[in-house]
């Protein structure tokens, strides 16, 4: 089963912008559909942004127009950047790996990265 790091959030305030990564530890390149989630405080995990290994791509209604998710199968890395950052957007967000066509999760979850947006 591969393991994923994120890595990349932080503190920033409304209308700025952040890149989160995710670092598996094996190449995701047959790997077909990875996926970003979040969760905030008091909430359950929800979906945010999904993409195939030919980079097709899913997005939140939340989220649409505001984050972009990319891979890098070189890198063995999919990237989340966030512009736009809203209060709500406040979670600790989480990668895995998902089922073709669906946001079901195939994976064990990892440690996250916290994302603070606040003036």
């Known amino acids: 089963q591969v393991q994923l790091v994120e890595s990349g959030g932080g503190l920033v305030q409304p209308g700025g912008s952040l890149r989160l990564s995710c670092a598996a530890s094996?190449?995701?390149?047959?790997?077909?559909?990875m996926g970003w989630f979040r969760q905030a405080p008091g909430k359950e995990r929800e979906p945010v942004a999904r993409?195939?290994?030919?980079?097709?791509?899913m997005y939140a209604d939340s989220v649409k127009g505001r984050f972009t998710i990319s891979r890098d199968n070189g890198k063995n890395t999919v990237y989340l950047q966030m512009n736009s950052l809203k209060p709500e957007d406040t979670a600790v967000y989480y990668c895995n790996t998902v089922l073709p066509g669906t946001w079901l999760v195939l994976g064990s979850w990892g440690q996250g990265t916290q994302v603070t947006v606040s003036s």
């Open positions: 094996r190449s995701i390149f047959s790997i077909n559909n």
């Open positions: 993409i195939t290994s030919g980079a097709s791509t």
